[in-house]
């Protein structure tokens, strides 16, 4: 064998440098030196790994019920606009409130907030439009924003135009960091 394709699908977590120790550990166990030829080529293919954190999605809460101690909120983009992959490979996504569409919420701020069980759906009126299934959040109300991070890899390419439902629109924010 003269090439080995490790794949892909590499996430930002865990880390590149974890990933990397646990590749090493596997190529040297079946692949000892003494064994291989030295022209072995490792080839890997990490696209979700530097698209990744390239995007970050912004959606509104355009529904909420409350059930008790439970919550479940409608957003404007779900399983068939850019949470289509998210949704059916099970990768995981870090959502963030901001409340009242100002508000952030710092880390002490948000460990101090009581929280609910909840649930957040997409606009469809699918009941596999879930995009977030119990997940503790404190009380957001209609117009809160939700901040879903690491949205970059086979998020908004995968929408669709289902029940009526248009794609989300993506606006581009870049950031400049000057370093002399």
């Known amino acids: 064998m003269h090439v080995l394709d490790i794949g892909g699908g590499f996430q930002e977590s865990p880390t590149f440098h974890e990933i990397a120790a646990v ?41 909420k019920r409350v059930r008790g101690e439970k919550r479940e909120y409608w957003i404007d983009d779900g399983i068939y606009g850019s949470f289509n992959l998210p949704a059916y490979d099970k990768s995981s996504m870090m959502v963030k409130p901001l409340l009242g569409g100002s508000e952030w919420m710092n880390k002490a701020k948000f460990c101090s907030t009581a929280k609910f069980s909840s649930t957040v759906f997409g606009p469809t009126c699918d009941s596999t439009d879930m995009v977030v299934a119990e997940s503790q959040l404190p009380e957001l109300h209609m117009n809160d924003v939700l901040v879903f991070y690491n949205m970059g890899a086979y998020t908004a390419s995968a929408g ?21």
Do not use: C, H
Request: net charge negative.
């Open 23 to 63: 590749i090493k550990e596997a190529i040297n166990d079946y692949f000892p030196s003494s064994e291989t030829s030295e022209d072995l080529k490792i080839m890997a293919e990490p696209g979700r790994f530097f698209a990744e954190t390239a995007f970050t999605l912004v959606s509104n809460i355009i529904g």
């Open 160 to 180: 669709t135009r289902f029940n009526g439902f248009d794609i989300s629109s993506i606006s581009t924010f870049l950031t400049y960091v000057y370093r002399p």
